[in-house]
C-alpha cells in the first residue's frame, strides 16, 4: 500500500517531465505539419516580387492575399521565362476586385468581364479613369455582363479564388508577355490588362467593351501609354457615377 502511495505521490509531483515530453512531440509534429504545408505552397511571380519589398501597414496585407491566386506562373509554356516581371500595386488590387465581382455574379470562375469591372471599379489608375471619362462605366459593364451570363444562381455558392476561364488567362498572359517585349522599366499595369482583354475578340470582356463604345483607336492611345507610370493626375473630368465610386 505503502509503495503504491510512494508511486502515485511520484507521479504527481513531477507532471512536467511527460508533458513537457508530449508537449515537444505535438510541437514537433505541428512543426513537421506546418513545414509540409509551405512546402506544398507553390511561389508565384507576385509572392516572390513582395518578399523583397518593404510595403507600409496599409499596403502590406493586400499582397499576400492576391499571392495565392492564378496567376500566369500556373500556365509557364505561355510566358515568357526571360524575366520575372513586377506588377503594380493598382494590377493587383484590379485582380482581386475581378475575382471579388465574379464570386458577387456567383460565377465558379474569373472571366475577363469580371476583370473588366476589376479595372474599372479600382478607380484611381490612368486606364480607369480613361474608361470613366469615355462613359465606360462599371454599373454599365455590370449590367452589359448581366445581359450576356444571365442573372446569378442565388443557390450557388463562388469558390474563394474563382480561377480564371481560358480566354482571361490569355488576357493576363498577354499582358505579362507584353511588359516583357517592352523591357525591364516600369511594371505590369492595368492598361496592359485592358489590352489583353481586348486582344480577345470572343470574350465577354471584348464584347462589353464594343457595346459600350471601345474601339481600336482608343486601344492604341492607351497602348502609347502602356510603360508609364499609370497615375491618374486629376479627376476633373469625373462626374456622376465615376465620383460616386471614387469617393
Excluded at 17 to 32: L, T
Excluded at 95 to 117: D, I, V
Excluded at 187 to 213: A, C, F, Q, R
Amino acid at each position: 500500500m505503502a509503495a503504491r502511495a510512494a508511486t502515485l505521490l511520484h507521479s504527481n509531483a513531477y507532471p512536467s517531465a511527460s508533458g513537457s515530453k508530449k508537449a515537444s512531440s505535438s510541437s514537433a509534429s505541428s512543426s513537421s505539419f506546418t513545414s509540409a504545408l509551405v512546402d506544398l505552397r507553390r511561389p508565384t511571380l507576385i509572392s516572390r516580387y513582395f518578399c523583397s519589398r518593404k510595403l507600409s501597414r496599409r499596403r502590406s496585407a493586400f499582397p499576400l492575399i492576391v499571392a495565392h491566386s492564378v496567376l500566369p506562373t500556373e500556365k509557364p509554356d505561355r510566358v515568357s521565362d526571360r524575366k520575372e516581371p513586377k506588377f503594380s500595386w493598382r494590377w493587383l488590387k484590379a485582380f482581386a476586385m475581378g475575382e471579388l465581382q465574379a464570386r458577387k455574379l456567383r460565377s465558379p470562375n474569373t472571366g475577363t468581364e469580371a476583370l473588366l469591372m476589376g479595372i474599372l471599379i479600382e478607380g484611381t489608375s490612368q486606364t480607369s479613369v480613361f474608361l470613366w471619362q469615355n462613359g465606360i462605366t462599371f454599373f454599365k459593364a455590370r449590367d452589359q455582363a448581366l445581359k450576356l451570363i444571365g442573372k446569378p444562381n442565388r443557390y450557388f455558392f463562388s469558390p474563394i479564388r474563382p480561377p480564371l476561364t481560358e480566354s482571361a488567362q490569355r488576357a493576363v498572359d498577354w499582358a505579362v508577355n507584353e511588359k516583357l517585349k517592352l523591357g525591364e522599366n516600369g511594371e505590369v499595369n492595368t492598361t496592359l490588362m485592358l489590352l489583353g482583354i481586348w486582344s480577345e475578340e470572343d470574350s465577354p470582356g471584348h464584347k462589353i467593351l464594343t457595346s459600350l463604345g471601345f474601339n481600336n483607336d482608343m486601344a492604341n492611345e492607351l497602348a502609347k501609354h502602356a510603360n508609364t507610370d499609370e497615375v491618374a493626375l486629376s479627376f476633373g473630368g469625373l462626374e456622376g457615377e465615376a465620383a460616386a465610386v471614387l469617393v
